[in-house]
DNA sequence: CTAGGGTTAG
């Protein structure tokens, strides 16, 4: 009782009078811990009981696989595995979604998954522990495969099944399952739910579909800090930058108090208006609201990426400089600041000492180092970027190429660019083959943007309002049978989209 | 006693 409260010490305290503490006392113990965000102390308890010579139960693992999964500790996790099979309950469900969480928390997904296929029975538990684990770390599409193999097999989404998969939806933008989901939830009449609700609009909102999101926002009743959060950081994502901060304020008119998440939200409103005045205000008050003047780190990013967005990177680097615990998400939105106002210098500058600071470039920092040699056309630099990302065994993706079919399409080196292209292990698609025929139009190269053009509409994954792209781009120099293909293309692409 | 809602860089 002492433990769940939080009352920690005085739960240890009754801990230590007992003679001979059973499984249940220990347990009990691990409990409280884990739930007060003390994994740390909860695995050391674990160790204690152990070498006291009591066996683990159900408790004890189900806590205990939590706690690693907290950690991150696989090490600890796979222990944990080895002795569920000593005590004979690897077929306990509770113990084996624990497991599965413990693996995919940890990053094992390979294990999680094969954990998962060799239970005795796949439960609803079990599926949603896969399906949120997989929404949880970029694997959005996997979650997606997971709730439908579920549904094959005939079992039903639950609420936390649907919650989950509504966030992987959103993060992939497929708002065809997101909308079946949106059935099943009105179907299970789960409308009241606010945590069904919340991700809804989530859903919507990173689908782009404002209106949906909006009106299941106002049939609320009474929406709470997460409702509200949701609309205006989804209304902020999606350029709805005005009605973000309208948002926000009749928030506030109804006595809900802004927390992190809404300031971050407001911040990226102000950001994408670079109204630096109001960005300026918005710091003021966050500086005025800490207690001891730190600054919440999220929300310090969300600062840097502001003033970096309205041209004010002397306030970016303030900002930056102040935080004592900089993590790489800090250091990247700097850096693409640097890249973004094209200050390439201070980039490899910061590249250099973020990396002497210990901290691993990612993905996303060598696109920023490529941006910044596409906009002053270091070719040669961009080349031995490349060839370092590949070092750190990063493969470059769709975004890295085009920054240097950019540069090198841009200098008119089409034949390079294509050479590049058939190098590289990734498909071009579209975006590759639109920046391309941008170029073609710079240099006067209608032929080539012929086949550029013919390229690009054998993508599959070609979208409809590519067309509209390409057809701003191609009429200036496309001759009129051209044209022709251009709107029967269009025409297809559009029917096709209504199936 | 297992799974669940909003926030950061592109």
Redesign the pocket.
């Known amino acids: 009782m002492y433990a769940k409260q939080g009352l920690l010490f005085d739960a240890h305290e009754i801990f230590n009078e007992l003679p001979s503490p059973c499984v249940a006392s220990w347990s009990a113990l691990i ?1 409280g811990y884990v739930e007060n965000g003390q994994t740390r102390e909860a695995l050391n308890i674990l160790a204690k009981m152990q070498r006291h010579g009591v066996s683990p139960n ?2 004890t693992f ?1 806590y205990g696989l ?1 706690a690693c999964s907290n950690l991150q500790a696989l090490d600890k996790g796979q222990e944990l595995h080895a002795e569920v099979i000593v005590e004979g309950l690897e077929d306990h ?2 113990v ?3 497991l599965v ?1 413990m693996y995919a928390r940890c990053g094992a997904f390979a294990e999680a998954r094969e954990v998962f296929d060799e239970l005795p029975h796949q439960d ?3 599926w ?2 896969l399906i ?1 684990a997989y929404a ?1 770390n970029g694997h959005d599409k996997q979650a997606i495969i997971c709730l439908e193999a579920m549904q094959k097999l005939g079992i039903s989404p ?4 649907i ?2 998969s509504l ?1 992987a939806c959103g993060n992939t933008g497929n708002l065809s399952v997101g909308k079946k989901l949106h059935m099943d939830i009105i179907v299970e009449q789960l409308e009241g ?4 609700t ?2 809804l609009i ?1 859903m919507y909102t990173k689908c782009g579909s404002l209106d949906e999101a909006w009106h299941i926002f106002e049939e609320m009743h009474s929406p ?4 509200w ?2 609309i205006i ?1 989804g209304f902020a ?1 999606q350029g709805e930058n005005e009605r973000a901060l309208a948002l926000s304020k009749q928030m506030q008119e109804q006595g809900l108090l802004p ?4 300031l ?2 407001v911040l ?1 409103a102000v950001a994408n208006m670079e109204a630096f005045e109001h960005g300026r205000r918005l710091h003021a008050q966050v500086f005025h609201s800490c207690e001891d003047q730190s600054i919440d ?3 310090a ?2 600062l840097v ?1 502001m003033y970096c967005k309205c041209g004010s990177i002397v306030y970016a680097q303030q900002v930056f400089n102040k935080m004592e615990t900089k ?4 250091w ?2 700097l850096l ?1 600041g640097y890249a ?1 106002q094209g200050y390439s210098d201070l980039l490899f500058q910061a590249y250099d000492s973020m990396k002497a600071h210990g901290l691993q470039p ?3 920092t060598f ?2 180092l490529l ?1 910044v040699c596409s906009h002053a056309g270091l070719i040669n630099s961009a080349y031995s970027i490349l060839e370092v990302m590949c070092g750190y065994g990063i493969e470059p993706d769709i ?1 890295h190429l085009n920054c240097i079919v950019d540069l090198l399409g841009r200098s008119g080196q089409f034949f390079l660019a294509f050479a590049v292209l058939e190098r590289l292990p990734i498909k071009p698609t579209y975006i590759i083959w639109s920046t391309i025929l941008g170029h073609c139009r710079n240099h006067s190269i209608s032929e080539l943007a012929q086949y550029v053009f013919e390229c690009a509409v054998s993508d599959e994954e070609v979208e409809s309002a590519f067309f509209v792209v390409m057809s701003n781009l191609s009429s200036e120099f496309v001759s009129e049978e051209y044209e022709d293909v251009l709107h029967s293309c269009y025409g297809t692409s559009a029917s096709s989209s209504l199936l």
């Open positions: 409990a159900v408790v189900i939590k469900p509770f084996n979604s624990s969480d609803i538990v079990s949603t522990t949120s949880d639950n609420v936390i099944t919650v989950c966030k739910n606010p945590f069904a919340n991700s989530y709470d800090i997460i409702s959060n949701s950081s994502e927390d992190n998440t809404t971050v939200g990226k780190l999220i929300v990013t969300a990426d993590d790489y998400v800090l990247t939105s693409t973004q990612t993905a996303v696109l920023s941006n975004k």
